[in-house]
């Protein structure tokens, strides 16, 4: 059985750029949630996504967006990238509704430089 | 707001010793996670505690729920050198619709030989 997919594994960019990071959930898993993991903050929820509408969403400010597609693969983007957006971004899937964990992705490292 | 707070955030112990691991919840909620992370990777599912009262146990390691004390422990007998990582647990927020976790801040777990 497949896990959740996180591509790309690695990103470096610069300051101002924005960045897409994409997740393809365990196949039957419609709900799809986004996590910033850091030294100094922890791990921060960022949104969750269910048949395709944001049902959820952290305290980022609106450079952080996301959504998902029919298929419940998920993007999320980062607009004009500040040094603080280093961090891992994980995603995780669930089957909604059936109470059993989520299921994290190998997550993506960004870095800005 | 909900609040998760873990300790100790670090512990260093001997092997063959046994410890506690504390996971206080500032509101009412049935849903409770731990989690796994080793340096650099991902989070890896330990236990899903659903229900005041729940005991869970894999191996070395024991996972209770109080929800009335909104508190979760997670106890390592006799640890081993294997059970080094990042411990942390999650709850789901009560208060809204689909899924979303607030972690705590994790437990550095060292076993030395």
């Known amino acids: 059985k497949a896990g959740v997919t996180q591509t790309p594994r690695y990103l470096i960019k610069t300051r101002g750029q924005q960045v897409t990071l994409s997740c393809s959930p365990i196949?039957?898993?419609?709900?799809v949630s986004w996590y910033q993991q850091t030294p100094g903050q922890g791990l921060q929820f960022l949104f969750e996504?269910?048949?395709?509408?944001?049902?959820n969403k952290g305290n980022f400010p609106g450079r952080f967006s996301g959504r998902q597609f029919s298929n419940s693969r998920s993007e999320m983007n980062v607009s004009t990238l500040e040094l603080g957006d280093s961090a891992l971004y994980l995603c995780?899937?669930?089957?909604?509704?059936?109470?059993?964990?989520?299921?994290f992705g190998s997550g993506t490292r960004l870095t800005v430089v | 707001e909900l609040k998760v707070e873990q300790n100790p955030l670090f512990l260093s112990m001997q092997e063959g010793k046994n410890y506690t691991i504390y996971c206080n919840y500032s509101t009412t909620s049935d849903r409770l996670y731990w989690y796994r992370q080793d340096p650099g990777k991902s989070l890896e599912s330990l236990f899903v505690?659903?229900?005041?009262?729940a005991v869970k146990q894999e191996g070395r390691l024991m996972a209770s729920l109080d929800t009335k004390a909104r508190l979760s422990t997670l106890h390592i007998t006799a640890a081993v050198h294997d059970l080094s990582a990042t411990y942390f647990c999650?709850?789901?927020?009560?208060?809204?619709?689909?899924?979303?976790?607030?972690f705590g801040g994790g437990t550095r777990l060292m076993v030395k030989p």
């Open positions: 196949s039957g898993h419609r709900s």
């Open positions: 995780a899937s669930n089957i909604d509704g059936t109470l059993q964990a989520y299921t």
């Open positions: 999650a709850v789901d927020d009560p208060g809204d619709a689909g899924n979303m976790l607030t």
């Open positions: 505690l659903l229900s005041n009262g």
């Open positions: 996504y269910f048949s395709e509408t944001q049902r």
